[in-house]
T-cell receptor
Framework: DAGITQSPRYKITETGRQVTLMCHQT?????MFWYRQDLGHGLRLIYYSAAADITDKGEVPDGYVVSRSKTENFPLTLESATRSQTSVYFC????????????????FGAGSRLTVL | QKEVEQNSGPLSVPEGAIASLNCTYS??????FFWYRQYSGKSPELIMS??SNGDKEDGRFTAQLNKASQYVSLLIRDSQPSDSATYLC????WGRGGSYIPTFGRGTSLIVHP
């Protein structure tokens, strides 16, 4: 099906383990984003990507790694998970940057709920 | 740091009333403004986008933008219980290529009671 999909939807892991959250979009959107959402903090940007092989840090990048070898995929890796990384993670994409045509509207995936014990 | 401020609420309104949600932002060069609705346990979905000063209407929703005051609002007319959700304000700079970063407020919780 077309759209933006995240996997896994739910994940429980232990402190120190590596975890990878997957994000796949079928629109060939240039921009992709990872946000985390926590009570009291709203949506905070972790990393974003303007195109394949181009990534940049957001507001809260520490402890996370991203890659984008293909336009449609933007995985997020927690190299050594900590309890403070327990959160709901949202992947999003947009057609382009800026403009007043709606090309910069974000469309979100369903989210991945991660619990680090 | 670019900031987007919203009253966390909850804002409680009776069914059929007008709900008014407000958002202020700090980055004067911001040019794209969005309202997203998020139901509990779900992902945000776009309600309105607005790019120029004034009002933009879509059905029961009206977005209002005042760049001089750095203020954007969302009005929901004839509020329904199904409008009960968290409303997120997002602000983004104008087409700066790789520097495009949408920033979200913390959201306002709206409760529409019958």
């Amino acid at each position: 099906d077309a759209g933006i999909t995240q996997s896994p939807r739910y994940k429980i892991t232990e402190t120190g383990r590596q975890v990878t959250l997957m994000c796949h979009q079928t629109w060939s959107h240039s921009y992709m984003f990872w946000y985390r959402q926590d009570l009291g903090h709203g949506l905070r940007l972790i990393y974003y990507s303007a195109a394949a092989d181009i990534t940049d840090k957001g507001e809260v990048p520490d402890g996370y790694v991203v890659s984008r070898s293909k336009t449609e995929n933007f995985p997020l890796t927690l190299e050594s998970a900590t309890r403070s990384q327990t959160s709901v993670y949202f992947c999003a994409s947009s057609m382009a940057s800026g403009g007043a045509t709606g090309a910069n509207v974000l469309t979100f995936g369903a989210g991945s709920r991660l619990t680090v014990l | 740091q670019k900031e987007v401020e919203q009253n966390s609420g909850p804002l409680s309104v009776p069914e059929g009333a007008i709900a008014s949600l407000n958002c202020t932002y700090s980055d004067r060069v911001s040019q794209s403004f969005f309202w997203y609705r998020q139901y509990s346990g779900k992902s945000p979905e776009l309600i309105m986008s607005i790019y120029s000063n004034g009002d933009k209407e879509d059905g029961r929703f009206t977005a209002q933008l005042n760049k001089a005051s750095q203020y954007v609002s969302l009005l929901i007319r004839d509020s329904q219980p199904s409008d009960s959700a968290t409303y997120l304000c997002a602000v983004a700079p104008w087409g700066r290529g790789g520097s495009y970063i949408p920033t979200f407020g913390r959201g306002t919780s709206l409760i529409v009671h019958p």
